[in-house]
Every structure is written in structure tokens, then in C-alpha cells.
């Protein structure tokens, strides 16, 4: 599986940060968000996200899910902080509006990066099931 190029890297940091004044300026009440695969995850359809600042993080975990295919067996894990550095899982319940107050990158950007973990001792089962699909 081939990790496809992050947006963080399509951009030099001054487009970035322009576009993200940008869209902060067009669109106050949300927040502009980065998503990335992470290892061995499998790709997501969009990675750039504009999300309401209310919504909690469980429902913007929900909106990820929505964009991978996944199989019921498979859990999925949040991080938000710096890609180049520490990055960390937000609390479920914190709205999007408060994680990106505390995490944004200087692009003006949150950088989100999911990781992906079979449950239930499900990797024989997901493993088959995404062969068959093929």
C-alpha cells in the first residue's frame, strides 16, 4: 500500500498559512482541518475538512470513518498535534473549536492523523474480507 503524499507537503507554509486566513476570514465558525494516514491505514478519500467548531470530536471521528473503508472489526485512532512531532489522541467529548485553539499548527491549520487497529482479534477476518472484495 502506497502512502500517498501529505498536503502539508503539496504547499510551502506561507500558502498554507494564506489559505487558511483565507477560509478562517470566509468561514468563522468553523475550523480548518488536515487529515493523514497513518501508517499502514489506508488512504482517505479527502484530507481537507472544514468542520463546524461545535461539534465534539467523536462526531468529526465518525466523519473520518465515513471516508475510509473500513470494516466493522477495525478501530480507528485520532491523533492531532504536529506530523513532525508529538501528536496526540483529543478527548471524545472536547468540541473541534477547543482541540484546534490547542493544537494548530503556525499554517493556521489542525493536523489530524489516523491509525487503524483490528479489535475482537479480528486480523485474520478483515484480511480475508478485503481479499475477497479485491
Not at 29 to 58: M, Q
Not at 85 to 99: A, R
Not at 104 to 133: P, W
Amino acid at each position: 500500500m502506497t502512502t500517498p503524499v501529505p498536503c502539508r507537503l503539496k504547499s510551502t507554509h506561507a500558502q498554507r498559512l494564506a489559505l487558511s486566513q483565507k477560509i478562517l476570514k470566509g468561514y468563522p465558525d468553523r475550523v480548518p482541518i488536515l487529515v493523514e494516514a497513518g501508517p499502514n491505514a489506508p488512504p482517505i478519500a479527502r484530507s481537507k475538512f472544514l468542520v463546524p467548531c461545535d461539534i465534539d470530536a467523536a462526531k468529526f471521528i465518525y466523519e473520518i470513518r465515513k471516508h475510509i473503508r473500513l470494516h466493522a472489526a477495525e478501530a480507528i485512532f485520532v491523533f492531532v498535534g504536529d506530523p513532525d512531532g508529538t501528536m496526540i489522541m483529543p478527548q471524545p467529548s472536547q468540541t473541534m473549536s477547543l482541540i484546534y485553539q490547542q493544537h494548530k499548527q503556525s499554517d493556521g491549520f489542525l493536523y489530524v492523523r489516523y491509525a487503524l487497529e483490528n479489535t475482537f482479534g479480528a486480523k485474520l477476518i478483515t484480511d480475508t474480507l478485503r481479499s475477497t472484495e479485491s
